[in-house]
């Protein structure tokens, strides 16, 4: 599994085109060649890039959901909206498609955040204030998502 790490300040050019960091781009490498699968979040203003290893298995998942089920025909619909394949270019720069950018809010002022095993795209702006909203929140949330006591054989802290 890819363990992407980082948080990295970029531009957009008029046309919507990033110039992915450096670092991120290394640690990218492995998957560069296969493309990625960039989609709006489900629960943020943001974008989600995926590589397409990863967009693979989330799919072999979601494809074994009973369709004939609405809401999971619904899950699925929502969740694939917009949905683009997208490469890095030989310069190591990424064409937003110009609906996603809307949907995000993304202006010129970008924040690629790391997060595990996929990219996430944000506005500067929508990125800080996130993260300022859910700070005096998360010492709660980390308590509720990982302090269960399974996870001190771990040596998760």
């Known amino acids: 599994m890819l363990n992407l790490i980082g948080t990295y300040e970029c531009k957009a050019d008029v046309k919507g085109r990033l110039m992915v960091p450096a670092p991120l781009k290394k640690q990218l490498s492995p998957v560069t060649a296969k493309g990625f699968v960039i989609k709006r979040a489900v629960f943020q203003p943001c974008l989600e890039m ?28 929502r969740f ?13 720069r990424l064409l937003i498609p110009k609906d996603l950018m809307s949907f995000a809010g993304i202006t010129k002022e970008i924040v690629i955040s790391s997060a595990i ?10 990125y ?16 509720e998502v990982m302090g269960d006591a399974s996870n001190a054989a771990n040596g998760i802290s």
């Open 128 to 143: 800080e204030q996130a993260i300022n909203d859910a700070a005096n929140d998360f010492a709660d949330l980390a308590e």
């Open 50 to 77: 995926y590589p397409m290893t990863e967009w693979n298995t989330l799919m072999q998942k979601m494809g074994e959901l009973n369709r004939f089920n609405r809401k999971n025909n619904d899950f699925i619909r």
């Open 117 to 126: 095993n996929i990219v996430e795209i944000w506005d500067k702006t929508k």
């Open 80 to 92: 694939t909206a917009g949905v683009k394949t997208v490469e890095l270019d030989t310069t190591g």
